[in-house]
């Protein structure tokens, strides 16, 4: 089988890793990837939004299957263009991924299929905000309508902070977005990331991953793309898999499939475990960026074919998925400055000594790229993401730590306390 991979971070460097271990691959290619990426699979400089192109180098490598990892390309329809080709494509159309391209279709949506979640308001005007912050009181919720890369999403007990938000929002719509702003009621209790596999009808739910969205340790700081993640949850209620499947992401498939807008891909569940029970605080139309580092980790079924079940709609002819019963932990190397204004450019150094040679710790590369010399510099704002697994979390938490001792870059930043709580 050739696959071609569409994105150019470390969930997409994941990705490549399942897929190159993967016997039932041949061929595997990337665009634009990364320096990490370069190593697994032949990489293409093709613009990821631009469906045409997408589609026209999938046609040209004659790909079995084209998985898109990034939610900017799947929104602006490459998914679509590569169906219309004929080609499997693993990713939702640009009308099913409005599920994650906006909130307010998404709250819509989950109303429509009876999926528990956060009562909200949907806002035009800053009188509109104000009046809707204070009918939920602090802490406030204030999130931009549209696609902003984890950081149109801010949680604050300060009014005249949350009002700010919604005002800038609402004056600056991001591409898609209509200046619109989603207000909810503030959810309590622990996160989790549940993924499913889906081909529009049939739901194959993925292990549960923890992320860590603030930037600095004790969960303070601004919210970010995910500063690390780890699976399993040994804290989670047991259960917890099924009654998701059950109350969120069959109901959600069903609903999208009722509506017309068929949802196939895979379905990210971003969860609230609340004292009144399990909230979604919100949906992604794609594989969660650090979580996918663990969960496929874990997973023993060779990755390929439960990909092309999705695109083909074969999903209910598969065997159930294999897991392994260890941990995995995944700790994101950012660079200076992250989120707000990353610098980039620096040298990398270390990369090899951080990886063991039995395989338990590997290094995803996520902002990297090669210089004219092949040495490897910073490219973003997340970098780098320290992989490692183990027979326990504490296991892998300390491999995968000892690995990031390892890696040198000028003025980065990574969180100490991922996974620390669940190790202990
Ligand atoms: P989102 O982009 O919707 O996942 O939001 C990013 C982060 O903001 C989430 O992972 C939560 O930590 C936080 N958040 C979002 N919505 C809520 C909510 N209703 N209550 C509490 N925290 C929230
Ligand atoms: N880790 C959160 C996300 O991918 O949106």
Request: negative net charge; proline residues 6%; glycine residues 12%.
């Amino acid at each position: 089988m050739k696959v071609l991979v569409i994105g150019g971070g470390a969930r997409e460097h994941a990705l490549c890793r399942s897929l190159s271990q993967d016997p039932a691959v041949s061929e595997l290619h990337c665009a634009p990837g990364n320096a990490g990426i370069g190593q697994l699979a032949t990489v293409h400089p093709v613009d990821q939004l631009d469906g045409a192109a997408v589609a026209a180098l999938a046609r040209e490598l004659a790909a079995d299957l084209v998985v898109v990892g990034p939610e900017a390309p799947l929104v602006a329809g490459v998914a679509d263009a590569v169906r219309e080709a004929g080609i499997p494509v693993f990713g939702p159309s640009g009308a099913a991924a409005q599920l994650e391209g906006s909130k307010a279709f998404a709250k819509e949506v989950m109303a429509g299929a009876g999926v528990p979640t956060a009562r909200s308001y949907v806002c035009t005007t800053p009188e509109e905000a104000a009046e809707a912050l204070d009918a939920f009181g602090a802490p406030y919720v204030v999130k931009d309508d549209g696609l902003a890369a984890g950081k149109g999403v801010v949680v604050t007990a300060d009014r005249t902070a949350a009002l700010a938000h919604a005002a800038g929002c609402m004056e600056a719509p991001p591409a898609g977005g209509g200046g619109r702003v989603v207000i909810e009621e503030y959810l309590d209790g622990p996160e989790v990331s549940l993924f499913a596999i889906t081909d529009g009808t049939t739901v194959l739910p993925l292990q549960p991953a923890q992320d860590f969205k603030r930037a600095l340790d004790g969960d303070a700081g601004p919210n970010t793309g995910g500063m690390g993640a780890y699976s399993p949850l040994p804290w989670a209620p047991e259960g917890l898999v099924a009654e998701v499947l059950e109350t969120v992401l069959q109901p959600t498939v069903d609903e999208l499939r009722r509506r017309g807008t068929p949802f196939s891909g895979l379905l990210y569940a971003g969860l609230a475990l609340t004292s009144r029970g399990t909230r979604v605080i919100e949906f992604n139309a794609r594989f969660g960026d650090p979580e996918t580092q663990v969960v496929l980790a874990r997973l023993r079924t060779p990755l390929a074919g439960v990909l092309l079940a999705s695109a083909t709609g074969t999903l209910a002819d598969l065997e159930p998925l294999r897991w392994d019963e260890g941990a995995a932990v995944t700790v994101v190397v950012a660079a200076e400055g992250y989120p707000a204004a990353p610098r980039s450019g620096d040298p990398i150094e270390g990369l090899a000594a951080a990886e063991s040679a039995d395989g338990t710790v590997y290094v995803l590369h996520a902002g990297t790229r090669l210089d004219g010399e092949g040495r490897v510099l910073s490219a973003g704002g997340r970098v780098l993401s320290v992989t490692a697994t183990g027979g326990s979390l504490a296991e892998a938490r300390e491999r995968a730590y000892a690995g990031v001792a390892e890696i040198k870059l000028d003025g980065s930043q990574h969180r100490t306390d991922i996974a620390l709580k669940a190790a202990q």
